[in-house]
């Protein structure tokens, strides 16, 4: 065991992990950060917390992250490479890490343009591959990314987002190698909808032997509604949602249409444990966390084990 | 100022619109005196420069007449022109002298009366829409 | 080539104000090419503006020139004897050629006419776009020739990001995906290795990060 | 030998065809040639093609060879006997003409010296013998020859119009392939559906098939040929497709490159025949993607 | 003889007429390089154009087209004119004729007389000719500005000697004692144009009325009453009353189709598109609430597009057309109406009540063309008009003498001037080969005036007295005096001729000018004949600017005097400042090649081609066919029944034995560039395809058109339905016996005059008549008949139509909405057709139903050739022309010209006469030898340019290049001149010569003067 992760303890134990996300607030209000949180108490193995989620200002993830440490939830600290350089991003991880936290995720980040502040900077002083890198070197190495060495370095238990679905389709998996290669110890996916697609993702990512070196957890969001379905399939870079989803639910009658999304979640879960190198799920139930425990329930993930 | 008698200028591709001109002429089909021909080879040839300086000087209305589109004998020397007259229309928008100033018309050489068509209708316009303010402004500034 | 578009008048209006005569200078470099600030964009300027006034009632004298080039100061020398006929310098080169002339003429209010775009390449007649960030460490050898500092939304340097979307950027559809375009080019060149290699975080020091550049050749010095 | 090492590849290999000029005014030649540097793999030389008399293939190829490309050389057996023949492959040897082809040549009459004697001495596949024989160090005679010439062969497989005469090309292909035929030059493709039912039948020869790309100039092109060259059938959609373009040229064009992608996954590769308008190979080239 | 009379005698011409078709022959033949004689036995030159106030179907006036030609370019062409002359003897052989010349006294000295019309107002008994006015028997009116020679005559048949005239005269012009003369020139060929009369109604007024009634004139006699320059003074007014008329009735055919004498029995050809002409015109222009009516018997609208001419009168501007046999015209005392009656179609009679009628009288030979014809020892037909044959169209009984024009019975202006080329080219055949015309050498060197201040010469010139009219030209030559730069003010007196001109040039000299303005025209038709009179001053070309107050002030501004006047005025400021900053402009000439591409081996190409060998020009014909000779193989006799198929197979033959053209079938034209004089086509030929570039100085399009290929009336689902041409087959076996000739039903107009293809056959008629009459040749028995829309046969086709109807054959007409139908029915093959006198449907089995269809334009290959050639198609598929009017046969495109049915449907003898023509005006453009190009180009000045490439991406014809030196280079002599690279250049580095920037904005400069 390389960290104190959570996380990592049951990935390692051979458990099929659940994650859950939390967004902080856009604003100081501690508790709307524990209400959310309070839901996956005891039901997920770590919970995400967004670094400035849709290039919109919030609450910064490592002091959320600290709220969610003190309830005995065990955060999933994200860092994108949009806002900060990376002097600032090692201060924070430095920081982050004498405060507790121990698992991370590292992000490049949506583009100021999407957010509130579309003129920011944008400053992307290294990538989000590099800074998986940067966080091995610290953690590893105990460097830091100037080459300076670090006294008493930090142990983070490192993750890295994919998408199986962006485009240029052959370069998925390549990049995937790559994140891996700078230092991942686990993957997050971009929430899954082609299930046909995702196999054949996961089909060669274990072929090349990735998922030996790395735990791959799947993304799944429930769908609320038709609307969300066609959204997500129309509007969304880099997402496929299948014209069959978007039929189910935007067929279903108005008001089943959260549990037919919900179905279907618990359909592709029960499905996704059966993909091989798949190790656990990572539920963003947006704006629904109140919810992900009946999901969790439903896909038979409940009680969490304990390591 | 009812007195008003616009000045006009009109840059006339000599395939076309000069011809029509001319046509307008030997039919004798009268259109108002307001209106004075600069000769082309192509309004392709009219420069965004001319139609400022016209203007400049004291020109109330600029007038390009080119070749129908698709009709240019150098392929799209028309449409071009028709283009720069957008811009400096939208260029007098922004000084606020008026980008109804500027027009593109379209004619083929035996439209004498097209040209006299035109000739009456955009003098008409340019009477309703008054003198080029520069005129006014300069009359101001030289008192 | 450095690229440039004219200022709206109204700034230049607000620059032109305290003054009645003023010397329009042109540049017969990028700018003339970009159409910016040539010949041709002076005389276009220079009608606009004095009407603008005029029909204000206020006459502006504006002389137009338009030098080969405002960043060398032999150049700018030219207009050395005349300078003093005039309130002020309204500069329609680049940002280069305005400091170039400000710096020359200190004594005299020097405005710019443009605002100095990006270092890009003429896609077509009509159409430039950004391809040079100028960061002083170029990378083009691994990427097939396409800059990811320039091109990538997110300048990022191991890509392309979740976003990319049939070909184009998530930013928006009318920009080309500078990954896609990266790896088509070595699928092409049958250099699809590069990919796999890491690029290393960038030392920004070659880029303006690293404060103002100036490149010295000593053997050229006199 | 370029193109032999070309063939052996398996690539897809471009050639252009350039015809000699009737005259001594070489330059334009020279001029479309410099345009092709580094971008065919090779240059056809036809020998008098349709008996319209021209400046001579060979001499072609060696000012072709002068401007860095590679030429393949045809050898027609209508103008010239045994000696004649074997005594011009000793010469193009020598000049550096490796690749040669063997045709039998059209009838006279097709052309512009009518009362000329055609020969007809040796056959095309008698041709590659003799041709493959002296790469062994012997002539038609049998004499030995001093030095041994190696050539890169190729023959045509002549046009058909029906099943049975495509039958008998195969047959007549084959023998050439037999006699030493590295190479086999198809006609002119129109319909690459139909050509890909050809090229099935024609997997057994075992060796690349190039197949033609002849430019159309017009619409009045298009039907010249339906109407007068066997096996062609240019279809009425491809006639109205040139016929509504704005710019009929580059359409023609365009068409001629869109054949040219269609051939890589069939054959073995493209001979690009402009009849005349050489200055447009480059345009091909570029509109095909090679 | 001496030496170089005898070379005078091989290179000239004599022109008998000095209509349009006599002008446009002695045009073309002058510009070829020859000498050319041109009489006219009338005071003036013109023939009956300068009588017309405009001309079909253009509505144009045509004579300021023609006109400007007559002094072409400046160069001094050398035609002499000769009014009031005759030809008295002919005698000689071709190559080499003696003609002698009998010349009236005018009583007035040519150079003296400035046609002030004094004269005229004080001959008591008129007899100063020069009278406008509805006497169409005037020779000439004031309409007619451009009359050569500008000047009155006297005559003496009325001439009492009082003397008042020359006491009036001011400039001393007028001697009542000169005495006719009489010369004999030499020449090498004849032209005969002597045109034709009016037919006069006078003797007929017993059933028209006319002369009785004031209110019924003749349709010249209305032309002048809707002229603004008319007795009326453009009133739109009739005689009798000065009432505006509201309705109006056009009689049709009087004096033609009518064996009754006085009456012609041919038909007059042009009088229906002429009483169209004037509906039209009336209705636009006068009141568009007119009633006019067209009462006519068969409208005969044939020239190209005439048809849709016809349509559009008839069906969008309102004009009503009768079908009936007007006969008689009375007048209602009371109401003073004039009542029409006719026999309609029906039968019945009918009476229509009018304001006035218009008699669309036809032509008849000139009185004394018996006289002439025995002078020139040529033959005339039996209507007395020159005599030709259908193979040689313009070619009469006598070697070495052509005819063309009215002269060959009537014809619309277009075939006059189409067969007026022809007669040239054709008379050019029996002179020596031609020589070059004037070369830049000959003028004298030009002046550097670069350095020099502005000496700006501002000549006034008002032709026609239009523009003082309109424009107080007094006042602007005045103030014009005070333009900055301005040295000389004049005001120029220029005719026709050369005399306006050489006082420009003498006045250049003589005040030392070195920029000249001449105000008064408009630089599209005069500003190339102004150039090169500056040139001829030693002034370079571009030193002129025209000034347009012409049609640009007074003839736009004419109610507004004041207004015209002061845009006058800015106009010569313009153009005053436009010329202060012209730069000479040099231009360079290329040698022409002497030789000709002609493009389709059909008759008309052949024709060309063979003309064009015989005066020494290298001729390429290509043919797509793989043999010679085009559709005319397919056709047996000639509309006159002469035996045709040895014809065709002659001129084949001719064509491939002439060592001058070399013959290429089985060829298609692929490619095309070059400009005139040097061409450049690649041709390909047979399945080689092989590929040859052909150089040429001139080329000509023949191709043709194809045979219309009936869908209609069972056409293919029965072998007894033919097609004419494959009647003819059937005839041409001879076999009278064939049951299938014993009846014939023949449809006319399938596949033409309907939606699809709303233009008229134009020889389906004639055609029809001529198998018709060969059928009744064979079995007399045999029954024809004839299912027609409008019988359209001219002239003396019209005989023909009369003798077959006189031979049994029937005519029975039917219209548009009600056509006839072909079925079978149990005895055969059947055809049922409404009959209108018995007002009901007829059915009948004939042998044979025989389909008159058309030529029509084979649009594939036309789209093609105009894309390659870079020309336009009509509406309906054929080529257009550059001017439909008067410039038939030549295309927009200089150096192209086309000739046959590639233009529109086209018999033998017209593609003959087409072929010549086309040959004609190929000579006057291979005559040049050398041909200026234009220095008025893009010109870069290289240490502007910032090598943008901009000119290089927007260059319509990719000149401009970066040269190695890093700047954009155009070559002079492949930019058009377009100027849309100056426009664009971003560093103004490029300038067009003759509109730099400088120019034009100095012009707007000079126009908006003093307005801030």
Redesign the interface.
Same mark, same amino acid.
């Given at each position: 065991m390389k960290t104190t992760s959570n996380l990592e303890k049951v990935l390692a134990a051979g458990h099929f992990a659940a994650t859950g996300e939390v967004g902080p607030p856009r604003g100081t209000d501690a508790e709307a950060v524990r209400k959310k949180a309070g839901h996956l108490v005891g039901k997920v193995d770590a919970v995400n917390i967004t670094d400035n989620q849709t290039a919109m200002v919030r609450m910064s993830s490592w002091a959320a992250s600290l709220i969610v440490k003190q309830m005995g939830l065990e955060p999933n600290y994200q860092m994108v490479c949009r806002d900060r350089n990376r002097l600032a991003m090692q201060s924070d991880i430095l920081g982050a890490y004498a405060l507790g936290l121990n698992t991370m995720l590292c992000l490049s980040g949506d583009h100021p343009r999407f957010g509130d502040h579309p003129m920011a900077a944008n400053v992307h002083d290294i990538d989000s591959i590099q800074l998986v890198a940067m966080v091995r070197q610290m953690c590893d190495a105990g460097l830091f990314q100037g080459g300076a060495e670090i006294s008493n370095p930090p142990k983070m238990f490192i993750g890295a987002a994919a998408n199986p679905f962006g485009d240029p389709q052959e370069l998925r998996v390549l990049r995937l190698a790559k994140k891996i290669a700078a230092g991942a110890d686990f993957v997050q996916t971009q929430c899954i909808y082609d299930m046909k697609r995702f196999k054949e993702y996961m089909h060669q990512a274990h072929d090349m032997g990735l998922t030996e070196k790395c735990y791959i957890l799947a993304g799944v969001t429930p769908l609320k509604s038709g609307g969300m379905a066609k959204y997500m399939a129309n509007k969304v870079p880099g997402m496929t949602v299948p014209d069959e989803i978007v039929k189910r639910i935007a067929g279903a009658p108005k008001e089943a249409q959260a549990e037919e999304g919900i179905k279907l979640c618990i359909e592709q879960i029960a499905e996704m444990k059966e993909i091989p190198g798949v190790a656990g799920i990572h539920l963003m139930a947006i704006e629904w966390e109140h919810r992900a425990p009946e999901i969790l329930e439903r896909a038979g993930l409940l009680p969490r084990p304990q390591v | 100022m009812s007195d008003f008698e616009p000045?006009i /200028?009109a840059f006339a591709c000599?395939y076309c619109a =000069?011809?029509a001109? %001319?046509m307008?002429?030997?039919l004798?089909?009268? =259109?108002p005196?307001n209106v &004075?021909?600069? $000769? /082309?080879?192509?309004t @392709? &040839? /009219? %420069?965004? +420069?001319?139609l400022? $300086? !016209? +203007?400049?000087? @004291? !020109?109330d209305g600029v007038l390009v007449a080119g070749c129908y589109l698709g009709d240019c004998? =150098?392929?799209? @020397?028309n449409l071009?022109a028709q283009q $720069?007259v957008g811009y400096v229309s939208r +260029?007098l928008e922004?000084?606020? /002298?008026g980008g109804e100033r500027v027009m593109m018309t379209f004619m083929s050489a035996?439209q004498g009366n097209v040209f !006299?068509q035109v000739a009456n209708e955009f003098t008409e316009k340019i009477r309703n829409l008054g003198p080029n303010?520069? &005129?006014?402004?300069?009359g &101001?500034?030289a008192a | 080539m450095i690229t440039a578009v004219r200022k709206p008048l109204e700034e230049i209006m607000g620059f032109a104000a305290p003054y009645s005569r003023v010397l329009l200078l042109g540049c017969n470099e990028c700018v003339t090419v970009c159409y910016a600030g040539g010949r041709k964009e002076v005389g276009i300027l220079a009608s606009a503006l004095s009407m603008a006034f005029l029909k204000e009632g206020k006459k502006l004298d504006i002389v137009e020139q338009t030098l080969e080039r405002q960043c060398d100061p032999e150049y700018v020398e030219e207009i050395a004897q005349t300078i003093d006929q005039y309130d002020a310098v309204f500069s329609m080169a680049c940002g280069c050629g305005v400091q170039t002339v400000a710096g020359r003429y200190k004594d005299k209010p020097v405005f710019p006419m443009v605002n100095t775009m990006f270092m890009g390449a003429s896609e077509r007649q009509g159409v430039w776009a950004e391809r040079c960030a100028g960061c002083g460490e170029c990378v083009l050898g691994r990427t097939g020739g396409i800059c990811p500092v320039a091109r990538c939304s997110k300048r990022i340097f191991n890509g392309p990001c979740g976003g990319s979307t049939k070909g184009k950027c998530e930013i928006d559809p009318g920009v080309d995906c500078a990954w896609q375009l990266i790896w088509d080019r070595l699928k092409a060149l049958g250099r699809t290795d590069l990919y796999s290699e890491i690029m290393p975080a960038k030392d920004w020091r070659s880029a303006k990060d690293g404060g103002p550049r100036r490149i010295v050749r000593e053997d050229l010095l006199s | 030998m370029a193109w032999a090492d070309k063939l052996k590849s398996n690539e897809f290999a471009v050639v252009a065809e350039m015809e000699t000029p009737k005259g001594v005014d070489i330059s334009d030649f020279v001029a479309a040639a410099r345009q092709l540097k580094g971008r065919v793999d090779a240059v056809l030389i036809p020998d008098m093609s349709f008996a319209v008399m021209r400046l001579g293939a060979l001499s072609g190829a060696v000012v072709l060879k002068q401007q860095g490309l590679e030429p393949i050389v045809q050898f027609s057996c209508r103008d010239r006997n045994r000696l004649a023949l074997q005594a011009d492959l000793l010469g193009a040897q020598v000049l550096g003409v490796t690749s040669v082809m063997a045709v039998a040549g059209e009838p006279v009459a097709m052309g512009d010296h009518l009362d000329a004697k055609p020969v007809y001495d040796l056959t095309p596949a008698s041709f590659l013998e003799a041709a493959a024989g002296m790469a062994k160090g012997l002539d038609l005679a049998g004499q030995e020859l001093k030095g041994k010439p190696k050539f890169c062969l190729g023959a045509r497989i002549e046009p058909w119009a029906d099943d049975a005469e495509l039958a008998q090309r195969l047959t007549e292909a084959k023998a050439a392939v037999a006699k030493g035929a590295s190479f086999l030059v198809a006609p002119a493709v129109f319909d690459l559906e139909a050509f890909g039912e050809f090229m099935k039948q024609a997997k057994g020869l075992g060796v690349p098939v190039i197949a033609g790309v002849l430019l159309l100039k017009s619409v009045g092109m298009a039907r010249y040929l339906n109407q007068n060259l066997p096996g062609v059938a240019i279809s009425e959609a491809t006639i109205r497709r040139i016929r509504s373009a704005s710019d009929r040229t580059a359409e023609c064009v365009k068409i001629a490159a869109e054949t040219i992608k269609g051939l890589k996954p069939l054959c073995g590769g493209a001979l690009i025949i402009t009849a005349g308008w050489e200055d447009r190979l480059p345009e091909i080239l570029d509109a095909s993607g090679l | 003889m001496s030496e170089s009379e005898g070379n005078a005698r091989k290179n000239s011409v004599l022109v008998v007429g000095g209509g349009i078709a006599g002008i446009k022959s002695a045009l073309d033949l002058a510009e070829a390089g020859r000498r050319v004689y041109l009489v006219d036995k009338k005071p003036a030159l013109g023939g009956f154009l300068p009588l017309l106030d405009r001309q079909f179907p253009t509505n144009d006036c045509n004579i300021c087209y023609v006109t400007p030609d007559i002094a072409k370019a400046g160069a001094p062409l050398d035609i002499q004119s000769l009014p009031l002359t005759k030809v008295t003897g002919l005698s000689g052989e071709p190559g080499d004729f003696s003609a002698t010349l009998a010349t009236e006294p005018r009583c007035i000295v040519l150079d003296k007389c400035n046609a002030c019309g004094a004269c005229l107002e004080v001959c008591p008994e008129s007899a100063v000719r020069f009278t406008p006015g509805l006497d169409h028997k005037s020779p000439t009116c004031l309409r007619y500005p451009q009359a050569t020679p500008t000047a009155f005559s006297i005559d003496l048949t009325k001439c009492t000697r009082c003397g008042k005239c020359v006491e009036a005269c001011e400039p001393g012009a007028i001697d009542l004692d000169m005495a006719a003369s009489q010369q004999t020139v030499g020449v090498g060929a004849v032209i005969v144009a002597s045109g034709a009369e009016l037919f006069d109604p006078t003797p007929m007024q017993e059933w028209y009325g006319y002369g009785k009634f004031p209110d019924v004139v003749t349709s010249l006699e209305f032309e002048q009453i809707m002229s603004s320059a008319g007795p009326t003074g453009g009133q739109f007014m009739r005689p009798s009353d000065g009432r505006r008329p509201q309705r109006i009735g056009w009689i049709q055919c009087v004096g033609s189709r009518s064996t009754k004498p006085p009456a012609k029995p041919y038909c007059s050809s042009i009088c229906c598109m002429f009483a169209m002409k004037e509906a039209v015109w009336a209705k636009e222009h006068y009141a568009q609430d007119l009633d006019a009516t067209v009462f006519y018997m068969d409208m005969r609208p044939m020239g190209k597009d005439y048809e849709l001419y016809y349509q559009r009168v008839k069906n969008d501007l309102g004009v009503n057309f009768v079908r009936c046999r007007p006969h008689t015209v009375g007048r209602d005392d009371v109401t003073g109406d004039l009542l029409l009656e006719y026999a309609s179609e029906d039968g019945s009679s009918q009476i229509a009540r009018l304001d006035l009628i218009v008699l669309a009288t036809g032509f008849c030979a000139p009185n004394d063309a018996k006289e002439q014809a025995k002078a020139l020892g040529i033959e005339l037909d039996p209507y007395a008009f020159v005599a030709a044959a259908d193979f040689d169209p313009v070619a009469t009984s006598r070697p070495g003498v052509y005819a063309c024009g009215m002269a060959l019975g009537p014809r619309d202006i277009p075939d006059s001037l189409v067969q007026a080329a022809a007669a040239a080219c054709l008379a050019s055949q029996d002179l020596e080969p031609g020589g070059a015309l004037m070369s830049e050498d000959s003028l004298p060197p030009e002046r550097d005036t670069r350095d020099e201040d502005a000496h700006i010469g501002v000549f006034f010139a008002d032709w026609s007295g239009r523009v003082s009219q309109a424009v107080d030209l007094k006042k602007v030559m005045a103030a014009s005096a005070n333009l900055p730069g301005v040295s000389h003010v004049q005001e120029l007196v220029i005719s026709g001729g050369q005399a306006g001109l050489d006082e420009l040039v003498e006045a250049i000299k003589a005040k030392n000018l070195n920029r000249v303005v001449v105000a008064g025209y408009s630089p599209r038709t005069h500003g190339r004949l102004f150039a090169e009179t500056v040139r001829r001053a030693g002034l370079n070309r571009n030193m002129v600017e025209l000034a347009n107050i012409r049609d640009q002030s007074a003839m736009v501004h004419s109610g507004d005097p004041v207004h015209a006047t002061s845009k006058a005025l800015d106009l010569v400021r313009m153009a005053v400042a436009g010329v202060t900053l012209a730069q000479p402009i040099y231009s360079h000439s290329q040698p022409v090649e002497q030789s000709a591409l002609v493009v389709g081996g059909g008759v008309a190409g052949m024709t060309a081609a063979l003309a064009l060998a015989e005066q020494g020009v290298k001729v390429t014909l290509v043919e797509r066919a793989k043999q010679l000779g085009g559709l005319a193989l397919k056709l047996k006799r000639t509309l006159d029944g002469q035996p045709l198929v040895q014809q065709v197979q002659d001129l084949v033959a001719k064509v491939q034995a002439e060592e001058g053209v070399r013959v290429i079938t089985d060829a298609l034209v692929v490619d095309h560039e070059g400009q005139a004089g040097a061409f450049r086509t690649g041709v390909q030929s047979g399945p080689s395809m092989y590929y040859q570039k052909v150089e040429h100085g001139v080329t000509i399009l023949a191709t043709g058109a194809r045979q219309y290929q009936p869908t209609e009336y069972d056409y293919g689902k029965s072998d007894r339905v033919l097609t004419q041409l494959e009647l003819e087959d059937l005839l041409a076996q001879g076999d009278a016996s064939d049951p299938r000739l014993d009846s014939v039903v023949m449809i006319q107009c399938v596949g033409s005059r309907n939606k699809q293809n709303p233009t008229c056959g134009r020889i389906c008629c004639q055609n029809a008549v001529k198998n018709a009459l060969w059928i009744k040749d064979l079995n007399p028995e045999a029954q024809v008949i004839v299912l027609y829309r409008d019988m359209r046969t001219p002239y003396r086709a019209e005989d023909a139509y009369r003798q077959a109807r006189e031979r049994g054959v029937l005519f029975v007409r039917f219209s548009e909405d009600d056509p006839p139908s072909v079925g079978q029915d149990q005895d055969g093959l059947m055809v049922s057709f409404t009959d209108k006198v018995l007002g009901r449907r007829l059915t009948y089995n004939p042998g044979t139903i025989v389909l008159s269809t058309p030529q029509v334009a084979d649009d594939e290959a036309m789209e093609e050739l105009c894309e390659i050639f870079r020309l336009q198609q009509t509406d309906t598929g054929f080529l257009l022309e550059e001017n439909i009017k008067v410039r038939p046969g030549d295309t927009p495109a200089p150096g192209l010209f086309a000739a046959g049915s590639i233009l529109a449907p086209k018999s033998i003898a017209e593609a003959r006469t087409q072929g010549l023509a086309a040959a004609g005006r190929a000579l006057t453009l291979l005559a040049q030898h050398s041909l200026t190009v234009s220095g008025g180009v893009a010109k870069v000045v290289a240490e502007r340019c910032a090598a943008c490439l901009v000119c290089v991406r927007a260059c319509p014809v990719n000149v401009p290049f970066i040269n190695a030196d890093g700047y954009s280079q155009i070559d002079p002599a492949k930019c058009l001149g377009c100027g849309i690279c100056a426009a664009e250049c971003p560093a103004k580095a490029i300038q067009l010569m003759g509109y730099t920037d400088d120019q034009i904005l100095g012009r707007t400069d000079a126009l908006l003067e003093g307005v801030l």
């Open positions: - | 000045i /200028v000599e =000069y011809t001109a %001319d307008a002429g030997s004798g089909m009268s =259109y005196p &004075k021909i600069i $000769r /082309v080879p192509c @392709g &040839k /009219v %420069d965004t +420069l001319h400022m $300086r !016209a +203007l400049q000087k @004291g !020109a004998h =150098y392929k799209n @020397g071009r $720069r +260029l922004e000084i606020g /002298v035996g !006299a303010p520069v &005129k006014l402004g300069a &101001k500034a | - | - | -």
